[in-house]
């Protein structure tokens, strides 16, 4: 079976770009003792949206595991805002944050859940190429370890039209990100 480009008509598997597939920029794989950070930098302006695909966990000792935080361009003044709809178990709560100096984005396993659990997630950064307009993330991720689960949707947005050409990564409440965490970027043509 090949694939047929829905802009042209034509078909073979080499169309995946005229699709508006994917293609990967960078991934990175936390080694032993974990990190604080992780910077994509250089990112190309070539694409129409970028996403990071997530298998993480943090040091956080926290029942609800902990959130991440995105830095643009190392913006960390507070020109951030947000949204949060999560289900905890049986419960589910809704947060906002205003003025804050990161995005924030999902909860993943922290050190208080079972060993060897780690959350996984989605984040879609949206028209992070114009220079014309604020910047949108969308997110999706949630862990559960047999004995308690967690998923959120989140949103957020970066007040700023300057272009993304970097992405710093931050444990959010805890101090690392722990070994074995794997964060990807990936390019999505348009």
Same mark, same amino acid.
Not at 150 to 167: D, K
């Given at each position: 079976m090949s694939i047929t480009s829905a802009k042209s008509g034509a078909t073979g598997i080499s169309l995946a770009l005229d699709n508006n597939f994917m293609e990967p920029i960078a991934s990175t794989l936390v080694g032993s003792g974990g990190v604080n950070q992780i910077t994509f930098n250089d990112i190309p302006q070539t694409y129409k949206h970028l996403q990071i695909r997530?298998?993480?966990?943090?040091?956080?000792?926290?029942?609800?595991?902990?959130?991440?935080?995105?830095?643009?361009?190392?913006? *960390?003044?507070?020109?951030?805002?947000?949204?949060?709809?999560s289900g905890w178990?049986?419960?589910?709560?809704?947060?906002?944050?205003?003025s804050v100096g990161a995005a924030y984005v999902n909860r993943f396993a922290g050190a208080s859940q079972a060993a060897n659990t780690f959350g996984a997630g989605v984040i879609d950064i949206l028209d992070y190429a114009t220079n014309s307009k604020n910047k949108t993330i969308r997110s999706l991720a949630g862990w559960d370890?047999?004995?308690?689960?967690?998923?959120?949707?989140?949103?957020?947005?970066?007040?700023?039209?300057?272009?993304?050409?970097?992405?710093? *990564? *931050?444990?959010?409440?805890?101090?690392?990100?722990?070994?074995?965490?794997?964060?990807?970027?990936?390019? *999505?043509?348009?």
């Open positions: 997530v298998l993480a966990r943090t040091d956080r000792a926290n029942a609800q595991g902990d959130y991440i935080k995105l830095i643009f361009n190392s913006d *960390i003044a507070t020109n951030y805002a947000g949204h949060e709809l178990n049986s419960s589910a709560l809704s947060a906002v944050n205003t370890d047999n004995t308690a689960g967690n998923i959120h949707f989140n949103s957020a947005l970066w007040i700023n039209v300057n272009s993304i050409n970097s992405i710093r *990564i *931050i444990a959010g409440g805890g101090t690392l990100l722990t070994q074995y965490s794997r964060f990807s970027l990936y390019g *999505i043509k348009g």
